[in-house]
């Protein structure tokens, strides 16, 4: 079974930092893209950022470029998002997600960035 | 990047009720648009991939169809379970951008 299982959030001041993780099983994850979505309360979807099964392909969203860095580490089947400077509305549940060709099948339970003095 | 928009933004319909939900493209964007359904508190599912295709284990009163820049999401009788917020997305190019939602609500 596949299982995506995000840890890391919380509560963070402005201009803060906090890295994200997602522990990955029940497939081969070296040979999956991967990406964060993120959700702010009462809002909508936003895909943040790409990453590609090797690592050497990566992409952001402009409203985290400069400020998030995604990274894996495929021999520990997990993924990473450093968020640096963090603002106000960078408050969302963010979502690990595994993306195919289809879209994306498989979620994580999504982990809560709360970003406030 | 691409641009997605959807319509409408809210609707309100009853059991039974045959529903309709637009998703535009702001560029062409061939057949690769997927949608979802999001519950309260919970991960989006996927619904239908590749404008048409349905997901495995998706009921059958959704449909998908379109191409180009226009799509559209249908569930033919709405059931009590179908009341949430439905997204689509375009996997054309990256960024994937993911339109503003549709919520369906009982009426």
């Known amino acids: 079974e596949v299982q995506l299982v995000e840890s890391g959030g919380g509560l963070v001041q402005p201009g803060g930092s906090l890295r994200l993780s997602c522990a990955a099983s029940?497939?081969?994850?070296?040979?999956?893209?991967m990406n964060w979505v993120r959700q702010a309360p009462g809002k909508g979807l936003e895909w943040v950022s790409y990453?590609?099964?090797?690592?050497?392909?990566?992409y952001y969203a402009d409203s985290v470029k400069g400020r998030f860095t995604i990274s894996r580490d495929n021999a520990k089947n997990s993924l990473y998002l450093q968020m640096n400077s963090l603002r106000a509305e960078d408050t969302a549940v963010y979502y690990c997600?595994?993306?195919?060709?289809?879209?994306?099948?498989?979620w994580g339970q999504g982990t809560l960035v709360t970003v406030s003095s | 990047d691409i641009q997605l928009t959807q319509s409408p933004s809210f609707l309100s319909a009853s059991v039974g009720d045959r529903v309709t939900i637009t998703c535009r493209a702001s560029?062409?964007?061939?057949?690769?648009l997927a949608w979802y359904q999001q519950k309260p508190g919970k991960a989006p599912k996927l619904l239908i991939y590749?404008?048409?295709t349905l997901q495995s284990g998706v009921p059958s009163r959704f449909s998908g169809s379109g191409s180009g820049t226009e799509f559209t999401l249908t569930i033919s009788s709405l059931q009590p379970e179908d009341f949430a917020t439905y997204y689509c997305?375009?996997?054309?190019?990256?960024?994937?951008?993911f339109g503003p939602g549709t919520k369906v609500d009982i009426k």
């Open positions: 997600a595994r993306v195919g060709v289809a879209g994306i099948v498989y």
């Open positions: 029940g497939f081969t994850f070296s040979s999956y893209e």
């Open positions: 990453i590609s099964s090797s690592g050497s392909t990566i």
């Open positions: 560029q062409g964007i061939s057949s690769y």
């Open positions: 590749a404008a048409s």
């Open positions: 997305q375009q996997l054309n190019s990256y960024p994937f951008t």
